[in-house]
């Protein structure tokens, strides 16, 4: 009993010392080290078995119970990132708040459906105008991936909507693509950042604000990415895994570069309330997010209501791990300046792509009456 207890006492130290380190990754620059990167993909499960293991030593009536214990309230900021409670997901009524903003934010897989084949799919796109319609169409439609096809001409559709001003970071506004806003409001300037992201200024009433549509660098994992996850997953790490390490880090340094060059200066340099929303391709806790909310305010953590994930593929499980291939997590995200309020946070669930749209309300708190 006595080796028993000494084992598990190393292994809890470990194991305490492994939640410390998930949780790093917002301090430390991928540029510097890239390991907090990787390593902050493991905060839940090593949440859990934290967790199990204050269990385990209180069952026993040891005071190891502390070790895991203390080290859960020395980083319990961390589970806001993925556990809120007290939020809303209704959206008020707009005659109570009259600067009120609603947005979705959608990477629609080019409507290839959430396994997609190859080929954009007209039926998928039409499941696409109906969510819209049974959302009372959102004011800004944030979106990545998305595409026209033969059949179902999406932006007349959304046009008819009333979806008259829009813009694509590939495209312009005849024929956007890729990264696209569509917008009821009026769109009085805009600015492509990169092939990938679009920066539009709205008019609100009197008043006017910006936001940034971003598709961040994405993993591109192929077939072969996908069995080395699921081989690490298990606990098998050979030399081939090191190719899919090898391409996370590429896109984790390629996030770092994105903000730093392109993003940082709009978000840090705007007179104007900002917007920024969009697949981020990351999740909270990372670099990135931690330099995002340096200087923006996430919706999810204002309104937001449970355990979220926003990333569809590979599985239909919402665990943070599904029974699939790859990990599940919130990457699709909104962000707001100091100028405006969450009212309202909903993950629409939707099998329409690999993600699941974000819909907000926001209200301008210099339109508040």
């Known amino acids: 009993m006595k080796l028993f207890r000494i084992i598990l006492l190393v292994f809890n130290i470990l194991a305490a010392l492994g939640l410390v380190a998930t ?3 917002g301090l430390i620059a991928p540029s510097s080290s ?23 030593w209180l069952c026993m009536g040891r005071w190891e119970f502390l070790i895991s214990a203390g080290t859960i309230l020395l980083r319990i900021a961390y589970v806001g990132f993925f556990f809120q409670i007290g939020g ?27 396994d997609f084949d190859g080929n954009p799919n007209a039926e998928t796109a039409n499941e696409f105008l109906r969510l819209l319609d049974e959302y009372q169409c959102p004011d800004i439609l944030c979106m990545q991936e998305f595409c026209g096809m033969p059949g179902c001409n999406v932006t007349d559709s959304l046009k ?25 409001l009026p769109i009085t300037y805009v600015k492509n950042i990169d092939h990938q992201k679009v920066l539009v200024e709205l008019q609100k009433g009197n008043h006017k604000f910006r936001l940034c549509c971003v598709h961040m660098d994405s993993y591109q994992f192929l077939q072969e990415n996908r069995d080395d996850i699921n081989e690490m997953r298990h606990g098998r790490l050979d030399s081939t895994s090191r190719r899919t390490l090898s391409k996370a880090k590429e896109t984790v340094l390629c996030h770092e570069k994105e903000w730093k060059e392109l993003l940082h200066p709009l978000v840090t340099g705007s007179s104007l309330p900002m917007l920024l929303a969009g697949d981020m391709n990351d999740i909270p806790g990372s670099w990135l997010y931690g330099q995002i909310t340096d ?32 990990p599940q997590f919130r990457i699709d995200m909104v962000f707001h300046s100091p100028e405006f309020t969450t009212l309202s946070y909903h993950r629409i669930k939707s099998e329409i792509s690999d993600h699941y749209p974000v819909l907000v309300a926001l209200e301008l708190k210099n339109e508040k009456q």
Request: proline fraction near 6%; include cysteine; charge should be negative.
């Open 23 to 25: 949780t790093l990754a």
């Open 88 to 114: 809303t997901s209704e959206v008020p009524p707009a005659s109570e708040h009259p600067g009120m903003v609603t947005l979705m934010s959608y990477n629609l897989h080019n409507f290839g459906g959430k």
């Open 34 to 56: 890239i390991l907090p990167s990787v390593l902050a993909y493991g905060f839940l499960p090593m949440l859990v078995l934290n967790l199990v293991l204050v269990i385990v």
């Open 160 to 184: 008819a909507r009333g979806y008259n001003h829009c813009y694509g970071a590939r495209g312009g506004s005849e024929n956007p693509s890729g990264t696209v806003v569509f917008s009821r």
């Open 295 to 326: 200087h923006l305010d996430d919706t999810y953590r204002d309104e937001g209501s449970g355990f979220c994930t926003t990333f569809n593929g590979g599985s239909g499980n919402l665990l943070p791990f599904g029974h699939d291939w790859m």
